[in-house]
DNA sequence: AATGAATGAGCGTTCATTCAT
DNA sequence: GATGAATGAACGCTCATTCAT
């Protein structure tokens, strides 16, 4: 009978709660998402969250680092499994929201998003996670140009904040309509984009 | 004939108001901004903000159509001015924030869009919105095609969505960092992006 | 051409707003009618109330003491038109409420008698209402005594207020719902009450 | 085996919010009794009330039931201990206030009473009130008939409302004036009163 | 660890009243 | 006289946070 649990129980709580956050967020919004609801939504008591963290404000920041490293996790993934401009192609299109769960993930990023305006720490976060994008990207794109797939007098920062700005303005539509960008449509867009990578001009 | 105070200029006083609105916004963020801050921001007391409007939601409402009516005629008037796929560039010129004042709008467009999350109606709103542009850029690309400047094979709403979609995403990196897309750097990607058009696969 | 008004117009004016005072009140109950729906319901500005009356309460004042008027003229009347027991019948048929206007003016009164409790004033005011009621049915029970068709024996204050006793309690009910009190049924009430004034107990 | 806080006596603690709106209503009036009132009257602060009650107007509501319950169970009471005419006199006596708590009692009463006005469902509530009171009454009546004590000619539920008529109609005046209304004068009233249903009229 | 009652500042909104026109 | 914009205190209510149990 190793009942040797207890350690971990923390974190898994916090995990629990983050969860339990983004789905009153999706419900209701970043701003009417009260820790009330959060605690109803998990079946406990509020004061279980306030066990788990300072403050709203850091739990919904937990929350919040909790889906980008989800995202950024599954984009650095999506690139080991593939090679040449296909890489991009693929870490592109693990980004662009294309099932109801990842829709809805990106739903409380964008709410999050919103909540940076204002907020000069909130923003330059966010400003840091799209660097942090741009450069999962541009290190890519560097390995490319090594390999002589791609020019090497593109600046690979740069085209990498092209990508992420494509893939952004996507799923920023997607997010607020899911019709307008089915899967194949998408992906077109994001090869035409990334073709354009080949015959840059001077 | 009627005596009595003068009629006060009702539409006037929702402008200021309404900029007041986006000033408080861009310092606290759209959660922090109360109708006390929006007040203390005009130099006069919160009843005054209840005479223009009938609740705090429609003077959000009011002042985010304002920016984006303002936005969606400049990006027109951009298109009125030129011809050939110089118009579609100078479109997505006047569209990205390159100058403060713009980037500030964009600031507070961008907490609306945060708002939108879990109010179906705001999200329908901006669904709209999205299509709104897109449809300015697919009239212009329909013009396009049939000045034989553009292959008629392709979609001009989907090319249309795909402008604004690039766009908006490097909008919404500018306004956490503006130092990542200088004008310069901003107008070759588009550029790159419109040239694309010219020689889509079938 | 004797355009010789403008006296007058005063007092008709202050009757106006009583009137629409006692709509509103009807409308939506003394708490929830301010000074804004009486304003409306009369068709002009508050500016124009507050030139009339010097405060909301001393609005509501007038207009009580008014209906108040009102009601005790009619019983007045009703008395100076009958002789005998008929007269008491008739003045207390004339201050139960027997058609939709008279129950709209018990509403009212109703309404303030409520807002009575909490100020020393308005009970007091209550009171001396109800004193003078009992007065006035005081004075024509001593005259049928005098005219010996009651017995000197009876405390006529006393017997005054018991016939006001039991037709504002009527009152009272049908204001709430006027099926439970039909004229008939009420006229038999009130006779059979009378009637024990005739072979009251020593 | 649950840890956690005690469960608390909800129930007690409504109780005694429902004490302090009836000491604050006395004081100062329904329409002047603020949530912030009620709580200084409690000793406490106006977060707990909501955490009671769901709306301030839930807390009146609860408070002007709790009123009448218990005026109703004493009426209902005396009935079961006495017999014959008697039996209605008690009840009545119950009903009519004789001590300065019951006259508290009343005036609250006479609060909501004034409050229904301009509210079609608080004005059914009272009508409903109006109903409970004369069915009480008429089920004595009922009762007295089938004893041969009362003829059988008399419709109970119109002799009952017209007991409960006088009660309340003597009830309010003693609300505004409590010297109109002694004891034994009360008594004397009624009565006469009781005494013209084994007389009436065919 | 967990509870949920309690707090109290802050919210959006209402409204009697004032006053420049 | 008349207007209605402006005021600002007060309202009912919400909610992150604290804390005794």
Redesign the pocket.
Known sequence: MSNGRKKGDHGA?RLQIAEATCNVILKAGVE?A???DIAREMG?????L??YFE???QMLLYAKNLLFDHVYAAVQAAGAEHSGLEMLHAMAMELVPVDPAAIDRWRVLTAFNGMAIGSPELQKAQASRNARFAKLFSSAIRRLQRAQILPSRLDPFVEGAGIVALVDGIAGQIVMDPRVWPVKRTGELIQRHLHTLLHAPR
Chains 1, 2, 3, 4 share one sequence.
């Open positions: 709580r009417r009260g820790i009330a406990c008591s509020t004061g279980v306030m066990h403050s709203k404000a």
